[in-house]
Protein backbone atom coordinates (compact mmCIF):
# COMPACT_ATOMS: atom_id res chain seq x y z
CA UNK A 1 0.00 0.00 0.00
CA UNK A 2 1.64 3.16 -0.82
CA UNK A 3 1.39 6.18 1.26
CA UNK A 4 3.60 8.52 0.38
CA UNK A 5 0.83 10.88 -0.77
CA UNK A 6 2.24 13.37 -3.91
CA UNK A 7 0.64 16.81 -4.12
CA UNK A 8 -2.14 17.02 -6.00
CA UNK A 9 -1.89 21.16 -6.02
CA UNK A 10 1.15 22.53 -8.01
CA UNK A 11 3.71 23.35 -5.36
CA UNK A 12 6.12 24.65 -7.41
CA UNK A 13 7.58 27.54 -6.50
CA UNK A 14 6.82 27.21 -2.85
CA UNK A 15 10.24 26.83 -1.12
CA UNK A 16 10.64 23.52 1.35
CA UNK A 17 11.42 24.45 5.44
CA UNK A 18 15.00 25.52 5.84
CA UNK A 19 14.94 23.73 9.24
CA UNK A 20 12.20 21.29 10.65
CA UNK A 21 9.61 23.37 12.61
CA UNK A 22 9.29 22.30 16.43
CA UNK A 23 6.06 20.71 16.77
CA UNK A 24 5.08 22.08 20.41
CA UNK A 25 4.98 25.60 19.17
CA UNK A 26 4.86 26.71 15.25
CA UNK A 27 2.83 28.31 12.29
CA UNK A 28 1.94 25.49 9.84
CA UNK A 29 4.42 25.72 6.37
CA UNK A 30 2.71 25.99 3.47
CA UNK A 31 3.07 22.85 2.51
CA UNK A 32 1.62 21.34 5.60
CA UNK A 33 -1.45 23.49 5.13
CA UNK A 34 -1.76 22.27 1.53
CA UNK A 35 -0.89 18.96 3.08
CA UNK A 36 -3.82 18.97 5.35
CA UNK A 37 -6.02 20.54 3.13
CA UNK A 38 -5.68 17.16 0.35
CA UNK A 39 -6.04 14.76 3.53
CA UNK A 40 -9.01 16.58 4.45
CA UNK A 41 -9.67 15.81 1.22
CA UNK A 42 -9.39 12.03 1.59
CA UNK A 43 -10.91 11.76 4.08
CA UNK A 44 -14.25 13.13 2.96
CA UNK A 45 -13.92 10.16 0.11
CA UNK A 46 -14.68 7.86 2.37
CA UNK A 47 -18.15 8.18 4.15
CA UNK A 48 -17.53 5.93 6.89
CA UNK A 49 -14.42 7.47 8.44
CA UNK A 50 -15.54 11.11 7.80
CA UNK A 51 -18.47 10.25 10.07
CA UNK A 52 -16.49 9.06 12.94
CA UNK A 53 -13.94 12.00 12.37
CA UNK A 54 -16.86 14.23 12.88
CA UNK A 55 -16.94 13.04 16.31
CA UNK A 56 -14.16 14.44 17.21
CA UNK A 57 -10.32 13.66 15.78
CA UNK A 58 -6.74 15.18 15.71
CA UNK A 59 -4.72 14.04 12.08
CA UNK A 60 -1.33 15.05 11.23
CA UNK A 61 0.60 15.41 8.49
CA UNK A 62 4.65 15.54 7.27
CA UNK A 63 6.43 16.60 4.38
CA UNK A 64 8.79 14.68 3.33
CA UNK A 65 11.31 14.20 0.73
CA UNK A 66 12.19 10.85 -0.83
CA UNK A 67 15.69 9.61 -2.34
CA UNK A 68 15.13 11.80 -6.02
CA UNK A 69 14.18 14.94 -4.07
CA UNK A 70 10.90 14.52 -4.87
CA UNK A 71 8.13 15.75 -2.27
CA UNK A 72 5.25 14.30 -0.69
CA UNK A 73 3.40 14.22 2.57
CA UNK A 74 2.57 11.49 5.24
CA UNK A 75 -0.52 11.21 6.69
CA UNK A 76 -2.18 10.07 10.65
CA UNK A 77 -4.78 10.00 12.93
CA UNK A 78 -4.33 9.91 16.83
CA UNK A 79 -5.53 6.72 18.40
CA UNK A 80 -7.92 4.79 16.65
CA UNK A 81 -10.17 5.35 13.45
CA UNK A 82 -13.39 3.41 13.04
CA UNK A 83 -11.69 1.30 15.79
CA UNK A 84 -9.19 0.42 13.68
CA UNK A 85 -5.07 1.66 13.83
CA UNK A 86 -4.59 0.77 10.45
CA UNK A 87 -6.87 2.64 7.66
CA UNK A 88 -5.97 3.03 4.01
CA UNK A 89 -3.84 6.13 3.45
CA UNK A 90 -2.61 6.28 6.42
CA UNK A 91 0.86 5.55 8.36
CA UNK A 92 0.47 2.29 10.61
CA UNK A 93 0.87 2.55 14.12
CA UNK A 94 4.07 2.14 16.01
CA UNK A 95 3.51 -1.16 17.28
CA UNK A 96 -0.01 -2.64 16.19
CA UNK A 97 -1.06 -3.66 20.10
CA UNK A 98 -4.52 -4.69 18.07
CA UNK A 99 -3.28 -7.65 16.31
CA UNK A 100 -5.57 -10.76 17.09
CA UNK A 101 -3.46 -13.32 18.26
CA UNK A 102 -0.94 -11.03 20.10
CA UNK A 103 0.30 -10.97 23.41
CA UNK A 104 -1.46 -7.73 24.06
CA UNK A 105 -4.94 -8.83 23.11
CA UNK A 106 -4.64 -11.55 24.48
CA UNK A 107 -3.47 -10.83 28.30
CA UNK A 108 -6.30 -7.66 27.23
CA UNK A 109 -9.13 -10.67 27.00
CA UNK A 110 -8.00 -12.16 30.35
CA UNK A 111 -8.05 -9.29 32.37
CA UNK A 112 -11.27 -8.06 30.70
CA UNK A 113 -12.79 -11.80 31.83
CA UNK A 114 -11.14 -11.42 35.45
CA UNK A 115 -13.37 -7.98 35.73
CA UNK A 116 -16.42 -9.94 34.76
CA UNK A 117 -15.28 -12.66 37.76
CA UNK A 118 -14.89 -9.47 40.01
CA UNK A 119 -18.09 -8.01 38.75
CA UNK A 120 -20.01 -11.66 39.20
CA UNK A 121 -18.10 -12.05 42.72
CA UNK A 122 -19.60 -8.47 43.69
CA UNK A 123 -23.19 -9.49 43.33
CA UNK A 124 -22.82 -12.75 44.36
CA UNK A 125 -26.41 -13.16 46.69
CA UNK A 126 -24.62 -14.27 49.63
CA UNK A 127 -21.97 -11.52 49.85
CA UNK A 128 -25.06 -9.17 49.40
CA UNK A 129 -27.37 -10.87 51.93
CA UNK A 130 -24.42 -10.69 54.60
CA UNK A 131 -23.24 -7.01 53.91
CA UNK A 132 -27.26 -6.35 54.44
CA UNK A 133 -27.06 -8.29 57.60
CA UNK A 134 -24.09 -5.95 59.06
CA UNK A 135 -25.59 -2.83 57.75
CA UNK A 136 -29.09 -4.16 59.26
CA UNK A 137 -27.35 -4.74 62.48
CA UNK A 138 -25.15 -1.29 62.78
CA UNK A 139 -28.79 0.55 62.13
CA UNK A 140 -30.00 -1.93 65.33
CA UNK A 141 -27.15 -0.90 66.96
CA UNK A 142 -27.39 2.79 66.82
CA UNK A 143 -31.12 3.03 67.41
CA UNK A 144 -30.74 1.09 70.74
CA UNK A 145 -27.20 2.74 72.13
CA UNK A 146 -28.82 6.11 71.13
CA UNK A 147 -32.08 5.24 72.93
CA UNK A 148 -29.77 4.22 75.95
CA UNK A 149 -28.08 7.43 75.87
CA UNK A 150 -31.16 9.91 75.50
CA UNK A 151 -32.40 7.96 78.93
CA UNK A 152 -29.26 8.22 80.29
CA UNK A 153 -29.42 12.12 79.76
CA UNK A 154 -33.00 12.42 80.95
CA UNK A 155 -32.27 10.53 84.24
CA UNK A 156 -29.25 13.05 84.89
CA UNK A 157 -31.37 16.17 84.67
CA UNK A 158 -33.36 14.49 87.08
CA UNK A 159 -30.23 14.05 89.89
CA UNK A 160 -29.43 17.60 89.01
CA UNK A 161 -32.30 18.72 89.50
CA UNK A 162 -33.08 16.51 92.78
CA UNK A 163 -29.76 17.83 94.07
CA UNK A 164 -30.58 21.66 93.24
CA UNK A 165 -34.56 21.66 94.96
CA UNK A 166 -32.86 20.31 98.15
CA UNK A 167 -30.15 19.27 100.51
CA UNK A 168 -29.79 15.24 100.22
CA UNK A 169 -28.80 12.63 102.82
CA UNK A 170 -26.12 10.79 102.44
CA UNK A 171 -27.95 7.63 101.77
CA UNK A 172 -30.21 9.80 99.21
CA UNK A 173 -26.92 10.72 97.31
CA UNK A 174 -25.43 7.29 97.41
CA UNK A 175 -28.88 5.74 95.43
CA UNK A 176 -28.73 8.79 92.66
CA UNK A 177 -25.06 7.64 92.33
CA UNK A 178 -25.27 3.86 92.16
CA UNK A 179 -28.15 4.38 89.56
CA UNK A 180 -25.83 6.84 87.86
CA UNK A 181 -22.85 3.83 87.78
CA UNK A 182 -25.25 1.24 86.78
CA UNK A 183 -26.56 3.09 83.98
CA UNK A 184 -22.97 3.46 82.56
CA UNK A 185 -22.26 0.34 83.40
CA UNK A 186 -25.06 -1.21 81.27
CA UNK A 187 -24.06 0.92 78.22
CA UNK A 188 -20.43 -0.29 78.08
CA UNK A 189 -22.02 -4.02 78.85
CA UNK A 190 -24.53 -3.28 75.94
CA UNK A 191 -21.61 -1.67 73.58
CA UNK A 192 -19.31 -4.73 74.37
CA UNK A 193 -22.03 -7.06 73.19
CA UNK A 194 -22.89 -5.23 69.86
CA UNK A 195 -19.45 -4.69 69.44
CA UNK A 196 -18.72 -8.65 69.49
CA UNK A 197 -22.12 -8.65 67.19
CA UNK A 198 -20.83 -6.57 64.78
CA UNK A 199 -17.47 -8.64 64.65
CA UNK A 200 -19.24 -11.75 64.16
CA UNK A 201 -20.99 -10.32 61.32
CA UNK A 202 -18.13 -8.94 59.61
CA UNK A 203 -16.71 -12.62 59.65
CA UNK A 204 -19.13 -13.80 57.68
CA UNK A 205 -18.51 -10.95 55.00
CA UNK A 206 -14.59 -10.98 55.20
CA UNK A 207 -14.32 -14.11 53.00
CA UNK A 208 -16.08 -12.42 50.06
CA UNK A 209 -13.98 -9.31 50.43
CA UNK A 210 -10.44 -11.07 50.81
CA UNK A 211 -11.55 -13.07 47.08
CA UNK A 212 -12.71 -9.78 45.77
CA UNK A 213 -9.27 -8.01 47.19
CA UNK A 214 -7.41 -10.84 45.90
CA UNK A 215 -8.82 -10.69 42.18
CA UNK A 216 -8.30 -6.97 42.15
CA UNK A 217 -5.01 -6.84 43.51
CA UNK A 218 -4.29 -9.61 40.35
CA UNK A 219 -5.96 -7.60 38.05
CA UNK A 220 -3.79 -4.41 38.91
CA UNK A 221 -0.71 -6.20 38.89
CA UNK A 222 -1.77 -7.97 35.70
CA UNK A 223 -2.47 -4.71 34.22
CA UNK A 224 0.52 -3.22 35.05
CA UNK A 225 3.01 -5.66 33.87
CA UNK A 226 0.87 -5.44 30.55
CA UNK A 227 1.14 -1.85 30.44
CA UNK A 228 5.07 -2.11 31.08
CA UNK A 229 5.41 -5.33 28.48
CA UNK A 230 3.26 -2.79 26.10
CA UNK A 231 5.68 0.32 26.47
CA UNK A 232 8.66 -1.94 25.60
CA UNK A 233 7.04 -2.85 22.42
CA UNK A 234 6.41 0.69 21.15
CA UNK A 235 10.43 1.26 19.67
CA UNK A 236 10.71 4.66 17.95
CA UNK A 237 13.10 5.87 16.07
CA UNK A 238 15.26 9.30 15.37
CA UNK A 239 17.21 10.80 12.65
CA UNK A 240 20.48 9.49 14.10
CA UNK A 241 19.46 6.22 13.38
CA UNK A 242 19.26 5.35 17.33
CA UNK A 243 16.37 3.16 18.44
CA UNK A 244 14.83 3.32 22.21
CA UNK A 245 11.95 1.76 23.85
CA UNK A 246 8.95 3.77 25.20
CA UNK A 247 10.11 2.74 28.83
CA UNK A 248 14.11 3.62 28.19
CA UNK A 249 12.65 6.91 27.09
CA UNK A 250 10.40 7.70 29.48
CA UNK A 251 12.54 6.49 32.24
CA UNK A 252 15.73 8.58 31.19
CA UNK A 253 13.74 12.20 30.51
CA UNK A 254 11.77 11.97 33.78
CA UNK A 255 12.06 8.62 35.72
CA UNK A 256 7.94 7.61 35.46
CA UNK A 257 6.23 5.39 33.46
CA UNK A 258 4.63 6.59 29.58
CA UNK A 259 1.32 7.69 30.15
CA UNK A 260 -1.51 5.13 29.14
CA UNK A 261 -1.83 6.32 25.09
CA UNK A 262 1.87 7.28 24.59
CA UNK A 263 2.91 6.75 21.24
CA UNK A 264 -0.30 6.68 19.89
CA UNK A 265 -0.48 10.52 18.62
CA UNK A 266 0.12 11.11 14.96
CA UNK A 267 3.55 12.88 15.31
CA UNK A 268 5.56 9.74 16.25
CA UNK A 269 3.54 7.49 13.19
CA UNK A 270 4.37 10.06 11.07
CA UNK A 271 7.98 10.31 12.14
CA UNK A 272 8.50 6.37 12.47
CA UNK A 273 7.47 5.52 9.37
CA UNK A 274 9.49 8.20 7.40
CA UNK A 275 12.71 7.13 9.25
CA UNK A 276 11.42 3.11 8.62
CA UNK A 277 11.42 4.21 4.76
CA UNK A 278 14.47 6.77 4.05
CA UNK A 279 12.28 9.88 3.56
CA UNK A 280 14.16 13.09 4.80
CA UNK A 281 11.33 14.73 7.36
CA UNK A 282 10.31 18.12 6.41
CA UNK A 283 7.85 19.98 8.79
CA UNK A 284 5.17 18.58 10.37
CA UNK A 285 1.52 19.47 11.28
CA UNK A 286 -0.94 18.54 13.41
CA UNK A 287 -4.69 19.64 12.83
CA UNK A 288 -8.38 18.99 14.41
CA UNK A 289 -11.21 17.62 12.87
CA UNK A 290 -14.22 17.79 13.95
CA UNK A 291 -16.62 18.30 17.46
CA UNK A 292 -14.43 19.85 20.16
CA UNK A 293 -13.85 17.59 23.24
CA UNK A 294 -15.42 17.88 26.58
CA UNK A 295 -13.16 20.02 28.86
CA UNK A 296 -11.26 21.27 25.86
CA UNK A 297 -11.72 23.79 23.03
CA UNK A 298 -10.82 22.20 19.58
CA UNK A 299 -12.09 24.11 16.39
CA UNK A 300 -12.20 22.38 13.63
CA UNK A 301 -9.60 22.74 10.73
CA UNK A 302 -7.25 24.59 13.44
CA UNK A 303 -3.54 23.77 14.28
CA UNK A 304 -2.24 22.68 17.07
CA UNK A 305 1.43 22.05 19.00
CA UNK A 306 1.75 18.24 20.00
CA UNK A 307 0.58 17.34 24.00
CA UNK A 308 3.90 17.28 26.28
CA UNK A 309 2.43 14.77 28.69
CA UNK A 310 2.76 11.97 26.01
CA UNK A 311 4.70 13.45 22.73
CA UNK A 312 7.41 15.89 24.53
CA UNK A 313 9.85 12.92 25.50
CA UNK A 314 8.96 10.88 22.68
CA UNK A 315 9.48 13.70 19.87
CA UNK A 316 12.51 15.02 22.32
CA UNK A 317 14.19 11.67 21.34
CA UNK A 318 12.28 11.18 17.70
CA UNK A 319 13.65 14.79 16.60
CA UNK A 320 17.66 14.05 17.62
CA UNK A 321 20.00 14.35 13.91
CA UNK A 322 17.63 16.93 12.31
CA UNK A 323 17.82 20.73 12.30
CA UNK A 324 15.23 21.70 14.72
CA UNK A 325 14.06 25.05 15.59
CA UNK A 326 13.84 26.45 18.80
CA UNK A 327 10.40 26.33 21.16
CA UNK A 328 9.93 30.04 21.01
CA UNK A 329 7.77 29.66 24.44
CA UNK A 330 10.95 28.22 26.16
CA UNK A 331 13.65 30.19 24.18
CA UNK A 332 12.18 33.57 26.30
CA UNK A 333 11.93 37.24 25.50
CA UNK A 334 14.99 40.03 25.42
CA UNK A 335 14.18 40.98 29.02
CA UNK A 336 17.00 44.06 28.78
CA UNK A 337 14.92 46.88 27.80
CA UNK A 338 12.03 45.77 30.79
CA UNK A 339 10.67 49.30 30.91
CA UNK A 340 8.84 50.86 34.16
CA UNK A 341 5.83 52.82 33.22
CA UNK A 342 5.18 53.65 36.81
CA UNK A 343 6.26 53.49 40.07
CA UNK A 344 5.95 54.87 44.00
CA UNK A 345 7.22 53.71 47.27
CA UNK A 346 4.37 50.79 47.18
CA UNK A 347 4.29 49.62 43.58
CA UNK A 348 6.49 48.98 40.18
CA UNK A 349 4.32 48.48 37.01
CA UNK A 350 6.59 47.51 33.82
CA UNK A 351 5.90 46.41 30.08
CA UNK A 352 6.61 43.12 29.92
CA UNK A 353 8.02 41.95 26.37
CA UNK A 354 7.00 38.93 24.84
CA UNK A 355 8.53 35.68 25.89
CA UNK A 356 9.39 36.21 29.22
CA UNK A 357 8.03 34.78 32.75
CA UNK A 358 5.63 36.76 35.18
CA UNK A 359 6.97 34.49 37.93
CA UNK A 360 9.61 31.63 38.00
CA UNK A 361 8.19 28.38 36.26
CA UNK A 362 9.25 25.34 35.53
CA UNK A 363 9.91 25.97 31.64
CA UNK A 364 13.08 27.69 32.37
CA UNK A 365 13.92 31.28 31.32
CA UNK A 366 14.40 34.37 33.33
CA UNK A 367 10.50 35.85 35.19
CA UNK A 368 9.97 39.68 35.74
CA UNK A 369 9.83 39.15 39.50
CA UNK A 370 13.55 37.39 39.64
CA UNK A 371 14.59 40.97 37.49
CA UNK A 372 13.00 43.44 39.39
CA UNK A 373 14.23 41.42 43.00
CA UNK A 374 17.94 40.96 41.27
CA UNK A 375 17.96 44.78 40.07
CA UNK A 376 16.49 46.27 43.46
CA UNK A 377 18.07 43.50 45.69
CA UNK A 378 14.77 43.26 47.52
CA UNK A 379 13.71 39.78 47.69
CA UNK A 380 10.37 41.64 49.03
CA UNK A 381 9.13 42.06 45.68
CA UNK A 382 6.23 40.02 44.35
CA UNK A 383 4.25 40.44 40.69
CA UNK A 384 0.56 40.69 41.87
CA UNK A 385 -0.59 39.24 38.76
CA UNK A 386 0.32 37.23 35.97
CA UNK A 387 0.44 37.51 32.01
CA UNK A 388 0.91 34.48 29.74
CA UNK A 389 4.67 33.64 28.55
CA UNK A 390 3.53 35.17 25.27
CA UNK A 391 1.77 38.31 26.11
CA UNK A 392 2.98 41.41 26.28
CA UNK A 393 1.21 44.00 28.57
CA UNK A 394 1.59 45.95 31.57
CA UNK A 395 2.68 43.75 35.04
CA UNK A 396 2.07 45.18 38.95
CA UNK A 397 4.73 44.35 41.36
CA UNK A 398 4.13 45.44 45.03
CA UNK A 399 7.43 46.14 46.67
CA UNK A 400 6.17 44.37 50.27
CA UNK A 401 4.10 41.36 51.67
CA UNK A 402 1.73 43.90 52.94
CA UNK A 403 1.15 45.36 50.05
CA UNK A 404 0.96 42.21 47.81
CA UNK A 405 -1.94 40.99 50.23
CA UNK A 406 -3.76 44.19 49.68
CA UNK A 407 -3.71 44.28 46.01
CA UNK A 408 -4.28 40.22 46.03
CA UNK A 409 -7.82 40.39 47.82
CA UNK A 410 -8.71 43.46 45.18
CA UNK A 411 -8.09 41.46 42.09
CA UNK A 412 -9.67 38.11 44.09
CA UNK A 413 -12.60 40.40 44.56
CA UNK A 414 -12.56 42.05 41.32
CA UNK A 415 -11.84 44.99 41.79
CA UNK A 416 -9.60 45.29 39.18
CA UNK A 417 -10.25 45.59 35.82
CA UNK A 418 -7.49 43.94 32.70
CA UNK A 419 -7.77 45.15 29.61
CA UNK A 420 -6.42 43.59 26.50
CA UNK A 421 -5.98 43.85 22.60
CA UNK A 422 -5.27 41.10 20.22
CA UNK A 423 -4.72 40.44 16.51
CA UNK A 424 -7.45 37.63 15.88
CA UNK A 425 -7.09 35.16 12.36
CA UNK A 426 -10.57 34.99 11.28
CA UNK A 427 -13.65 36.90 11.96
CA UNK A 428 -15.63 36.25 15.35
CA UNK A 429 -19.75 36.21 14.60
CA UNK A 430 -20.29 38.93 16.33
CA UNK A 431 -18.92 42.10 16.96
CA UNK A 432 -18.95 42.21 20.87
CA UNK A 433 -20.06 39.69 23.40
CA UNK A 434 -18.99 37.99 26.56
CA UNK A 435 -17.20 34.27 27.29
CA UNK A 436 -17.44 32.66 30.23
CA UNK A 437 -15.47 29.47 30.85
CA UNK A 438 -13.58 27.91 34.05
CA UNK A 439 -10.28 27.94 33.75
CA UNK A 440 -7.38 25.57 35.33
CA UNK A 441 -3.77 24.90 34.56
CA UNK A 442 -3.35 22.40 32.27
CA UNK A 443 -0.68 20.25 34.32
CA UNK A 444 0.13 18.28 31.35
CA UNK A 445 0.97 21.12 28.67
CA UNK A 446 2.29 23.97 31.00
CA UNK A 447 2.19 26.43 30.90
CA UNK A 448 -1.21 26.16 29.15
CA UNK A 449 -4.50 26.93 30.45
CA UNK A 450 -7.70 24.27 30.02
CA UNK A 451 -11.45 24.53 30.23
CA UNK A 452 -12.31 22.90 33.34
CA UNK A 453 -16.12 22.18 34.18
CA UNK A 454 -15.38 20.43 37.21
CA UNK A 455 -12.51 22.04 39.38
CA UNK A 456 -11.90 25.76 36.91
CA UNK A 457 -11.98 29.59 38.31
CA UNK A 458 -14.43 31.06 36.66
CA UNK A 459 -13.44 33.43 33.93
CA UNK A 460 -15.68 36.51 32.03
CA UNK A 461 -13.92 38.26 29.49
CA UNK A 462 -15.73 40.85 27.92
CA UNK A 463 -15.03 41.52 24.00
CA UNK A 464 -15.47 44.24 21.31
CA UNK A 465 -14.08 44.19 17.99
CA UNK A 466 -11.85 47.38 17.13
CA UNK A 467 -11.01 47.00 13.98
CA UNK A 468 -10.99 44.66 10.84
CA UNK A 469 -8.02 44.51 8.32
CA UNK A 470 -8.65 42.50 4.70
CA UNK A 471 -5.81 40.49 4.04
Same mark, same amino acid.
Given at each position: ?403 ? $? ?50 ? $? ?14
Amino acid at each position: MQLLHRFRQDITGIEPPLRFNNPFYYLPHRLCVIAADELRAFLLADEAAAADAANGKMFGVLVVQDNDGRLGFLAAFSGLLLGRNNINGFVPPVYDLLSPGGYFRQEESEISALNGRIKEAEHDGDYIAALAAVDALRQEIELELSAMREQMKACKARRDALRESATLSAGEEAVLVRESQYQKAELKRATAKWRQAIADGEAAVAPFKAKIAAMKDERRNRSAALQQWLFTQYRVLNAAGEERSLLEIFAAHSGVMPPAGSGECAAPKLLQYAYLHSLKPLAVAEFWVGESPVGEVRRDGCFYGACKSKCEPILGFMLQGLDVEENALEKGGDISSLEVVYEDEYLIVVDKPPGVLSVPGIVGGTSVQQLLRDTRRNNDIFVVHRLDMATSGLLVAAKSMDVY $KAMQQQFAGREVKKQYTALLDGMPQNSEGIIELPLSADYDNRPRQKIDYANG $KPAVTRYRIINVVER
